[in-house]
C-alpha cells in the first residue's frame, strides 16, 4: 500500500496524490474498489475539501457511487446540477462559488466550491469525479490539472476493468 501523509494543499502533495490514484490503479481491476481508494487519496491529500466521490451513468441518471464525506443524493437526472452539466458537456466544470450556480444541488451545507470531471469509457461518459470544499474558489488550474490527471487515469483504467 501507498505510503500517505496528510496533504496540505501544495504542488508536491498535488503530485504525491496523482502518484498514490496512479498506483491503486495499477494491478487492480475492480472498479468499486478502485473508485473508494481513489475517493480516499483525494480526501487525504487534497485537503480542504469536504467531499471526494463518484457518480455512474446509469440509463438516463446518474446514481452515487464510492465516496467520502458526508451521506450525497443518490440520484441525479441528466443535465442536472454541476454533475449532470459535465456529465451533459463532456467537459470539466469548476464552479468556484455553487451559491452562484444555477441549479446547483446541495448535498453538505458546508460546501462553497466545486470541480467535476467526467469519466470516459469506449468515448462515451462513463460518471464523474465530484469534489467539494468548504472554501470558495479552491480549485484553480493547479487543483484542477491534478485532479484532470486523476479523471485521465480512471478513464484509462475504466478501458481495462
Ligand atoms: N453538488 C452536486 C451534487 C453532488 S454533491 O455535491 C456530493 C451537483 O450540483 O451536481
Same mark, same amino acid.
Given at each position: 500500500?501507498?505510503?500517505?501523509?496528510?496533504?496540505?494543499?501544495?504542488?508536491?502533495?498535488?503530485?504525491?496524490?496523482?502518484?498514490?490514484?496512479?498506483?491503486?490503479?495499477?494491478?487492480?481491476?475492480?472498479? @468499486? *474498489?478502485?473508485? #473508494? &481508494? !481513489?475517493? +480516499?487519496? /483525494?480526501?487525504?491529500? %487534497?485537503?480542504?475539501?469536504?467531499?471526494?466521490?463518484?457518480?455512474?451513468?446509469?440509463?438516463?441518471?446518474?446514481?452515487?457511487?464510492?465516496?467520502?464525506?458526508?451521506?450525497?443524493?443518490?440520484?441525479?437526472?441528466?443535465?442536472?446540477?454541476v454533475?449532470?452539466k459535465a456529465?451533459?458537456?463532456?467537459?470539466p466544470v469548476i464552479?468556484?462559488?455553487?451559491?452562484?450556480?444555477?441549479?446547483? @444541488? *446541495?448535498?453538505? #451545507? &458546508? !460546501?462553497? +466550491?466545486? /470541480?467535476v470531471?467526467? %469519466?470516459?469509457?469506449?468515448?462515451?461518459?462513463?460518471?464523474?469525479?465530484?469534489?467539494?470544499?468548504?472554501?470558495?474558489?479552491?480549485?484553480?488550474?493547479?487543483?484542477?490539472?491534478?485532479?484532470?490527471?486523476?479523471?485521465?487515469?480512471?478513464?484509462?483504467?475504466?478501458?481495462?476493468?
Amino acid at each position: 500500500m501507498v505510503d500517505i501523509q496528510k496533504g496540505q494543499g501544495s504542488q508536491t502533495d498535488l503530485d504525491l496524490m496523482v502518484e498514490a490514484v496512479k498506483n491503486v490503479l495499477a494491478g487492480e481491476t475492480d472498479l @468499486i *474498489a478502485a473508485l #473508494a &481508494n !481513489s475517493s +480516499a487519496l /483525494i480526501m487525504v491529500y %487534497l485537503g480542504d475539501i469536504n467531499w471526494a466521490g463518484f457518480y455512474l451513468r446509469k440509463g438516463t441518471e446518474l446514481v452515487l457511487g464510492p465516496f467520502q464525506g458526508l451521506p450525497a443524493c443518490t440520484r441525479i437526472a441528466e443535465g442536472k446540477g454541476v454533475c449532470g452539466k459535465a456529465a451533459a458537456e463532456g467537459k470539466p466544470v469548476i464552479v468556484p462559488n455553487v451559491h452562484e450556480f444555477p441549479g446547483h @444541488i *446541495a448535498c453538505d #451545507a &458546508n !460546501s462553497n +466550491a466545486e /470541480i467535476v470531471i467526467p %469519466l470516459f469509457k469506449g468515448g462515451r461518459v462513463y460518471g464523474v469525479l465530484d469534489v467539494d470544499s468548504p472554501r470558495l474558489n479552491r480549485f484553480s488550474s493547479p487543483e484542477a490539472d491534478a485532479l484532470t490527471k486523476i479523471g485521465d487515469l480512471l478513464s484509462a483504467f475504466l478501458e481495462r476493468c
